[in-house]
């Protein structure tokens, strides 16, 4: 069965820095989708970066980006110029091509802490 | 705005009495979701409806139920079967299953119980 593992339970980062978040994962499969999803203090939990298993080129959206290294098996998330707005819960999660949302598979979280 | 709406927002029970948490979205979403969010332990699946009138259990279902009359709610029902219910729970929508895993997460409810 897919597993995601985040092993990290919270991490914190002076403001400004750049903060790397861990999450790997186990599948048999060579075909899959990565996910970070952010779950600020306000509680909605919103996509931040969508990661595609064929693909080799790192997915990035604006301030994050990822290092997805697929024979590893690691999937992390890098934060740069962190802002206090960065403060929230991160999720990594896992879904196989052709599988339902609901199949989605979910690590355990990030409590990620910014210090001003 | 577009978006999902769940309430309330914090709600409080005592023992052996039912509660039901509402969950509304105005996306047009066919597909809806209820998880429980409990420290160290992620998201785990409750119930899913993919079409109106028809919902799954999920991974966690015994105590929980739902119902899907419209498209745009789901509302959750924690009974009193369920043996710890004091959890934070998410619903969530998505337009069926594409893009893969975007999903669309109301602000969550805090249920305790005392």
């Known amino acids: 069965a897919q597993t995601v593992t985040q092993s990290q339970p919270e991490m914190s980062v002076q403001e400004a820095e750049t903060v790397t978040l861990s999450c790997t994962y186990d599948?048999?499969?060579?075909?899959?989708?990565l996910f970070w999803y952010k779950q600020p203090p306000s509680r909605q939990m919103i996509l931040v970066i969508r990661?595609?298993?064929?693909k080799q080129q790192n997915a990035t959206e604006n301030r994050f980006s990822v290092n997805f290294q697929k024979a590893a098996k690691s999937f992390s998330l890098k934060i740069s110029d962190s802002q206090l707005g960065d403060a929230a819960m991160y999720f990594c999660?896992?879904?196989?091509?052709?599988?339902?949302?609901?199949?989605?598979?979910w690590g355990a979280g990030t409590k990620l802490i910014i210090k001003p | 705005d577009g978006g999902i709406t769940q309430s309330p927002k914090y709600l409080f029970r005592k023992e052996g009495q039912n509660v039901t948490l509402s969950c509304e979205q105005n996306?047009?979403?066919?597909?809806m979701y209820w998880y429980r969010q409990d420290p160290g332990q992620g998201l785990r699946l409750i119930y899913y409806s993919q079409i109106v009138n028809d919902f799954q259990k999920g991974d966690i279902a015994e105590g929980y139920s739902v119902s899907r009359e419209k498209k745009e709610s789901f509302p959750l029902t924690v009974t009193s079967a369920q043996k710890n219910p004091t959890a934070f729970y998410l619903c969530a929508s998505s337009i069926g299953n594409s893009p893969p895993g975007e999903l669309f997460f109301g602000e969550g409810s805090r249920l305790t119980v005392l």
């Open positions: 990661q595609e298993a064929y």
């Open positions: 599948t048999s499969e060579s075909d899959y989708y």
């Open positions: 996306l047009n979403h066919d597909a």
């Open positions: 999660a896992y879904v196989r091509p052709g599988r339902s949302n609901y199949q989605l598979i």
